[in-house]
């Protein structure tokens, strides 16, 4: 479920009054929970209940990305209950109602779940950012990473004891190297990451060569790696081609740790990719012509 910025209003129209309303020209955003409004959390609790007699498993992610503080500045309803609490109109003030909103809404899912928490975890946000991280306790939250791999939030994040899932952008988004669907030219995350790039997204070098984290056991706490697919330019035509075979060279990197490099595992992905495609109908990108795949080691530049 993705909160704070997205609006769960959309299948409870009694109660649309929890929605802020369109956020300022220029935002692109459709708007904000409304956090001054206490239905909010009946209705946050309502979506809790649905999700979780839909879903099992022992995680559940709570969204957290993209908070606008300017929509709720905009928005007079909770201006007015930031003053009533003394929150001021600041930075530190909106990180406050935003942490207010975090815990009331732990607690309606805690209730949801007779009582019990589940792996919560979350994206990176403002409110991972070193100043605010005392808001989180990584006893109960596992961050996914989506910053660039340069960024300084993840080496806090492990030295601070969070367990990390790491989607940084600058490798593993999906839908990055395409058209801008808002604006011109190509979208911000350009270029596109093939999937050599994706395979090479090895999480203990990014923090022992990036960051100067050599000690196993801050990379241990990195858990894991998804790549990301985001659906404002992916549907049903292309989804599938946008998604394999990259994510194979990322199940591989994360399954079984190679110390080699996407060379040596060409051939086996691209094996892989043609089983997937001729016996389980998974129609992913080429990655090579057909001669390629029947003439394995010999389909090479010389120079690789």
Not at 140 to 164: A, C, D, H, M, R
Not at 201 to 226: F, R
Request: with cysteine.
């Amino acid at each position: 479920m993705e909160s704070t910025f997205r609006c769960p209003s959309a299948g409870y129209p009694v109660k649309r009054e929890v929605h802020c309303g369109p956020c300022p020209l220029g935002t692109y955003r459709s708007g904000q929970m409304n956090l001054a409004n206490p239905n909010l959390y009946d209705v946050v609790e309502d979506i809790y209940l649905d999700m979780l007699d839909s879903f099992t498993g022992s995680a559940f992610h709570i969204g957290g990305d993209e908070v606008n503080f300017n929509c709720w500045n905009t928005t007079s309803e909770i201006t007015d209950y930031m003053a009533k609490k003394g929150m001021p109109r600041t930075e530190h003030g909106f990180m406050e109602l935003w942490n207010e909103y975090q815990e009331k809404a732990l607690e309606r899912f805690q209730r949801a779940n007779g009582g019990k928490l589940k792996d919560m975890i979350l994206w990176t946000s403002h409110m991972t950012e070193p100043e605010f991280l005392k808001y989180l306790d990584p006893s109960i939250y596992t961050v996914q990473y989506w910053e660039s791999s340069t960024n300084k939030q993840l080496p806090n994040l492990v030295k601070q004891g969070f367990q990390v899932i790491m989607s940084n952008y600058d490798d593993l988004y999906l839908d990055c190297g395409f058209g801008a669907w808002v604006g011109e030219g190509n979208n911000w995350c350009s270029p596109y990451k093939g999937w050599q790039k994706i395979y090479m997204n090895d999480p203990k070098k990014i923090l022992a060569e990036k960051h100067g984290i050599t000690d196993p056991a801050l990379w241990s706490k990195i858990v894991g790696g998804e790549t990301a697919l985001w659906t404002e330019q992916a549907g049903d035509q292309n989804a599938l081609t946008k998604i394999f075979p990259r994510t194979y060279a990322l199940a591989e990197r994360y399954w079984s740790d190679p110390t080699t490099g996407w060379f040596a595992a060409e051939p086996r992905l691209v094996y892989f990719n043609s089983i997937m495609e001729k016996q389980r109908g998974v129609y992913g990108n080429t990655m090579k012509p057909e001669w390629c795949v029947q003439s394995q080691g010999i389909c090479k530049l010389n120079n690789l």
